[in-house]
């Protein structure tokens, strides 16, 4: 893990974010570099994932249950991750984060956005669903419910590392059908 402090673009002040980087060589899918900048003064803070090689647009999809809560994923700052089975689906923009962890750590990742949308609720349906939501994902992780994991990147940089992972090439369609993450600007 290599280390440097760098100025704040955020509170501007010189030398408060640190800068953390670190190299790692996953089987099968190549290296990756995970960088995650904090600012010490004014808690900016900031993760992603830079994939070292060129790669071809990619679907992951996983059964997810209890016994695949450990399984490692890799999901870069162009991907959209998405649980069909419970109705979310995270897609990339301006502020989204690249990040190397595992099904439990993204079902957390989903539990408190799903949290931060109960606590804002009003209306009594939305809240009802956002609690049947954090009610399936308590059952995936105790093992009582099945759900399916996807990832789909047009820039291939993300992973589902199980061998019961299915691994599809994304058609021009779906290209054009996900989100970048980019601005696009219509000409
Ligand atoms: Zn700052």
Redesign the pocket.
């Known amino acids: 893990m290599d280390k440097m402090m760098a100025d704040?673009?955020?509170?501007?002040?010189r030398g408060?974010?640190e800068v953390k980087t670190k190299t790692e060589e996953i089987p099968y899918f190549g290296e990756i570099m995970e960088s995650t900048i904090k600012?010490?003064?004014?808690?900016?803070k900031h993760s992603d994932i830079i994939c070292l090689e060129v790669k071809e647009p990619v679907r992951y999809v996983l059964k997810i249950n209890k016994n695949k809560l450990k399984v490692r994923v890799v999901k870069s700052q162009s991907a959209t991750i998405n649980i069909p089975e419970l109705g979310l689906k995270v897609e990339p923009g301006p502020q989204s984060q690249g990040y190397v962890s595992n099904v439990e750590g993204v079902l957390e990742r989903f539990e408190k956005a799903v949290k931060t949308a109960l606590s804002w609720a009003e209306e009594e349906e939305s809240k009802k669903n956002a609690e049947k939501i954090l009610e399936d994902m308590e059952k995936v992780k105790n093992g009582n419910k099945t759900v399916t994991l996807i990832i789909e990147d047009p820039f291939g940089h993300s992973l589902i590392e199980d061998e019961k992972a299915m691994k599809e090439k994304l058609s021009e369609d779906d290209i054009r059908n996900l989100k970048t993450g980019f601005i696009n600007i219509d000409q």
């Open positions: 704040c673009p955020v509170c501007k002040i408060s974010l600012c010490v003064e004014c808690g900016f």
